[in-house]
């Protein structure tokens, strides 16, 4: 359909999501042990994907922490609404940051994101966004950021908080972010657009995962219909569909398997673009995974 260009995803680009990391994740997911788990990392770091993205409300988090050696990686972290709610005063956010860098063996966490923008509204959010700012001035912090799932969210924040960076869905479906209004305001204040959610925890990618509740929609019948009609590999078109929005600054991905890791990891960019705009839709109950 298209002529390939010799070259693959920019590894420096992507970043390697642990949400799925051992634990049973997502519409009829099979459990990842702790030690394919550690596996998949390895061999991420060793084809040179060198950020990884945690959160201590992932069920990895504790076994990763206990047993695997963050030193070499570049971290994207996302603090919880229940490690906020723990939080007494600065001291104790202070605390929580210093226990952090030693328990991930680190000097500086490179991003660190609330991760969920409820959360730095509320009054221990606020103080914990100041404790992160005194943080960053001394280099401890390198970039600030929230996870949101909505444009209004980011509206919402940016009128409060100056911060470096978003974390966003973006996929087939879920085109919202491509807004020229927005990217405008986000490339004026120069934040980072962190692009997840890129498989739509996989039913993008694998028809076994599609949630019965899902199967109805006739968009999802209509991208596996193209897929097929025109001989095409869904993780090599999803990956060409983010990689031509130059908005985006990092890619967040998960896998299930070393073989899917290779996949992506192996896809090749391609020359011209293609028409996506077709797949755009609204509908809540299918692009965002909590209404499953």
Same mark, same amino acid.
């Given at each position: 359909?298209?002529?390939?260009?010799?070259?693959?995803?920019? /590894? &420096?680009?992507?970043?390697?999501?642990?949400?799925?990391?051992? !634990?049973?994740?997502?519409?009829?997911?099979?459990?990842?042990?702790? !030690?394919? /788990?550690?596996?998949?990392?390895?061999?991420?770091?060793?084809?040179?994907?060198?950020?990884?993205?945690? /959160?201590?409300?992932?069920?990895?988090?504790? &076994?990763?922490?206990?047993?695997?050696? $963050?030193?070499?990686?570049?971290?994207?972290?996302?603090?919880?609404?229940?490690?906020?709610?723990?939080?007494?005063?600065?001291?104790?956010?202070?605390?929580?940051? #210093?226990?952090?860098?030693?328990?991930?063996?680190?000097?500086?966490? *490179?991003?660190? %994101?609330?991760?969920?923008?409820?959360?730095?509204? /509320?009054?221990?959010?606020?103080?914990? $966004?100041?404790?992160?700012?005194?943080?960053?001035?001394?280099?401890?912090?390198? #970039? @600030?950021?929230?996870?949101?799932?909505?444009?209004?969210?980011? +509206?919402?924040?940016?009128?409060?908080?100056?911060?470096?960076?978003?974390?966003?869905? $973006?996929?087939?479906?879920? =085109?919202?972010?491509?807004?020229?209004?927005?990217?405008?305001?986000?490339?004026?204040?120069? +934040? *980072?657009?962190?692009?997840?959610?890129?498989?739509? =925890?996989?039913?993008?990618?694998?028809?076994?995962? @599609?949630?019965?509740?899902? $199967?109805?929609?006739?968009?999802?019948?209509?991208?596996?219909?193209?897929?097929?009609?025109?001989?095409?590999?869904?993780?090599?078109?999803?990956?060409?569909?983010?990689?031509?929005?130059?908005?985006?600054?990092?890619?967040?991905?998960?896998?299930?398997?070393? #073989?899917? %890791?290779?996949?992506?990891?192996? !896809?090749? @960019?391609?020359?011209?673009?293609?028409?996506?705009? !077709?797949?755009?839709?609204?509908?809540?109950?299918?692009?965002?995974?909590?209404?499953?």
């Amino acid at each position: 359909m298209w002529d390939e260009l010799d070259m693959k995803i920019n /590894s &420096a680009k992507l970043i390697f999501g642990t949400a799925n990391l051992c !634990t049973k994740y997502g519409n009829k997911a099979s459990y990842i042990n702790e !030690t394919k /788990s550690k596996n998949l990392l390895n061999f991420a770091y060793k084809k040179k994907v060198k950020i990884l993205d945690i /959160s201590s409300d992932y069920e990895c988090y504790k &076994a990763l922490v206990r047993q695997y050696n $963050f030193k070499n990686w570049k971290v994207s972290f996302k603090i919880s609404k229940k490690n906020i709610d723990n939080l007494k005063n600065s001291t104790d956010a202070e605390n929580f940051i #210093k226990n952090l860098l030693k328990s991930l063996n680190k000097k500086k966490i *490179e991003y660190f %994101l609330f991760h969920n923008s409820k959360d730095i509204f /509320s009054k221990k959010g606020k103080i914990f $966004f100041d404790v992160l700012r005194k943080f960053k001035k001394i280099n401890k912090i390198g #970039k @600030i950021g929230v996870s949101v799932y909505s444009n209004s969210e980011i +509206i919402k924040l940016l009128k409060k908080y100056k911060i470096n960076i978003i974390q966003a869905p $973006f996929n087939i479906f879920d =085109q919202r972010l491509n807004d020229i209004k927005l990217l405008k305001i986000l490339n004026t204040k120069k +934040i *980072e657009i962190h692009a997840r959610s890129i498989f739509l =925890q996989g039913i993008l990618i694998d028809k076994k995962l @599609i949630p019965k509740k899902i $199967f109805k929609f006739i968009e999802m019948h209509a991208w596996y219909n193209f897929l097929k009609k025109n001989n095409l590999n869904s993780i090599s078109e999803i990956l060409n569909f983010i990689n031509q929005h130059k908005f985006i600054n990092k890619i967040i991905f998960g896998v299930r398997s070393i #073989k899917q %890791l290779k996949e992506i990891l192996d !896809t090749k @960019i391609k020359d011209k673009k293609n028409n996506y705009s !077709t797949f755009k839709i609204k509908k809540i109950k299918l692009i965002d995974p909590r209404k499953w």
